[in-house]
């Protein structure tokens, strides 16, 4: 399968398209078979030249491939997180091959389509900076690149397979399978072949009466073997392995069958995909031998985890691409934290990556064999990493100064504040260290420019907590006179950290603290309380102490 030349005198030798993993069968000019295994390198491999008797063979090196991949996913609901790792590995190393990374929609089982995934597959892609080359709009001369619209040639495919012997037709009812299937508990479930056993008299009578068929694959005999660039050689015993069906009553393909058709028509030379379709592999191996085509490279990433260690599933949990979106993760932050899951780089400690930076030190040969665990609290690590990484780029400023503007004017209207973005940046600064998601910067920036509620259930809570009566009476009135005694032109963090210094050494320095921030902005948590009285202005904040004041004492008083 992998193409060899070779000579024998003048003439050539001919390589048998059957023959199996590491073993090579040539047919020799005198019509005798000549075999030998390589039993420590796989024949998708670079092979140096082998030395015989009669003849000298040299293999062409797979590698010197044009790198073309896919990511190949079902239209069945929203991308998730295990969905985008696939697609970021496989993006990632056709960047750093210089090759092609190509989006093809699998959407043959019409049970399992969802009205609008595709979209969002293509629109989760663009939002996480992985454009394709080849796909659903950006035709590279092997489309189409959505399965349903590629029906005839799977029909034609399963038709060679019948004339060379590979494949039947099975006419057994749902009822005879789904018996089958029920006996798996004590026997396997594997199909009993029934339908391979009738002749051609049979078969032809049942065609004529209209009798609805599958077309199956024939399984051969003996072991079939798959170089996996992760994990190795892996070994199936062929009798376990089922009649796959290929082509369904309803004249569809099944995934198998047309994943190998698409991958070989589309000339992918590496499949990357999750571990869950190691086992459909060796079916996929058996049809390219079948139809006599050379097998891609495979690599089978680990299975990412629930923190019990259980399958991490798109039915489990908010695990949609979308979801984090919404939620306000960075792009660059997602894509940082999935390439994380399974892989690091070699000799290195560094975490945070921008893509750019993925696509030079990205390799399979660190990319672990077992499940890896998704900590969400590291992917809320990566986010600040990289939302702090963003603001220190003045673009990366000036777009989260028009972000929270935009957001903020969604819950204040026309706050004349809003339209000043020197303004604007300076409370993004002051919010930042408080920040974790996006939306933060708008949410923890409201009371900047919005006068508490006293009465809402946080604030009324906090105010129990912490109004003492005439203590905290006492102490409010102290910092008030401090402030009060601040020119406007000095009112900035330092000097008014300075002046309460004397309020502080009298009331403590938690106190004070606290009690600036009930009464000025009534909420438990946000940026440093002196930063915010800075730039909400001296005139406002003591009016805010003021009106909190008020309200406290006559809370305590009714």
């Known amino acids: 399968s992998s193409g060899i030349n070779a000579e024998y005198g003048e003439k050539k030798m001919i390589k048998r398209a059957t023959s199996t993993y590491g073993l090579h069968q040539y047919l020799l000019p005198n019509g005798c078979h000549s075999s030998f295994r390589l039993s420590t390198v796989p024949c998708n491999h670079s092979i140096s030249t082998l030395k015989c008797r009669f ?53 043959t089982d019409a049970t399992r389509f969802v009205e609008g995934a595709t979209e969002n597959l293509i629109s989760s892609l663009e939002w996480a900076g992985l454009d394709y080359d080849e796909g659903p709009g950006k035709d590279g001369g092997f489309g189409p690149y959505v399965q349903s619209h590629r029906k005839e040639l799977y ?40 339908c391979l056993k009738l002749t ?18 024939k399984v051969p005999k003996g072991t079939t073997s798959i170089d996996d660039g992760i994990r190795g050689k892996v070994f199936f015993t062929n009798e376990q392995i089922d009649d796959q069906i290929l082509i369904k009553s309803d004249k569809m393909p099944t995934y198998h069958l047309a994943n190998v058709v698409d991958d070989h028509l589309m000339e992918i030379s590496h499949v990357i995909r999750g571990e869950e379709w190691l086992t459909s592999t060796p079916k996929h191996v058996i049809l390219y031998k079948q139809f006599g085509w050379s097998p891609p ?37 997602l894509v940082n934290f999935i390439a994380f899951l399974g892989w690091s780089p070699s000799n290195n400690n560094q975490e945070i990556f921008t893509k750019e930076e993925l696509i030079k ?8 064999k077992a499940g890896t665990v998704v900590n969400l609290s590291k992917l809320e690590w990566f986010n600040v990493q990289h939302i702090k990484r ?10 989260f100064v028009q972000k929270v503007k935009a957001g903020l004017k969604e819950h204040l209207g026309n706050e004349p504040l809003l339209d000043n973005d020197k ?43 912490l109004w003492k009566g005439e203590p905290s009476e006492s102490a409010i009135k102290d910092i008030m006179a401090v402030l009060e005694s ?32 009930l009464t000025v902005t009534g909420t438990p948590v946000g940026a440093g309380i002196i930063n915010m009285i800075e730039l909400i202005g001296k005139e406002k904040t003591l009016k805010r102490m003021s009106k909190g004041l008020d309200h406290f004492n006559k809370k305590r008083l009714t």
């Open 155 to 194: 029909q034609k495919h399963a038709q060679e397979l019948l004339e060379k012997g590979s494949a039947y037709r099975c006419f057994c009812t749902a009822e005879r399978l789904q018996a089958i299937r029920d006996r798996s508990k004590t026997e396997s479930s594997i199909y009993d072949r029934t």
């Open 390 to 399: 963003y603001l220190a780029e003045p673009e990366g400023m000036a777009t």
């Open 200 to 217: 051609p008299q049979e078969i032809e009578q049942k065609l004529q009466s209209g009798m609805p068929y599958t077309i199956r694959m």
């Open 486 to 517: 601040v020119p406007e032109t000095q009112f900035d963090n330092d000097t008014i950290f300075s002046k309460l210094q004397s309020v502080i050494q009298t009331h403590t320095l938690g106190v004070v603290l606290n009690l600036c921030r």
């Open 361 to 368: 030190i990205f390799s399979f040969d660190q990319v672990n």
């Open 423 to 465: 303004f604007i940046q300076r409370v993004i600064e002051v919010v930042k260290e408080r920040v974790h998601l996006t939306g933060d910067f708008v949410s923890l920036s409201i009371p900047i420019f919005k006068d508490p509620d006293y009465t809402s259930v946080e604030t009324a809570k906090m105010g129990q907590k």
């Open 297 to 333: 490279e495979f690599f089978h990433l680990p299975l990412l985890l629930n923190s019990d260690r259980s399958k991490l599933s798109k039915r489990q949990g908010d695990v949609s691409v979308e979801s984090y979106k919404n939620k306000g993760y960075l792009p660059s932050a």
């Open 55 to 107: 003849f000298t063979t040299q293999t062409n090196n797979n590698q010197n491939k044009r790198v073309r991949v896919r990511y190949a996913p079902s239209p069945t609901g929203l991308m998730h997180l295990g969905g985008l790792r696939t697609a970021l590995y496989n993006y990632l190393f056709a960047r750093s091959k210089g090759g092609t990374f190509i989006l093809r929609i699998e959407d």
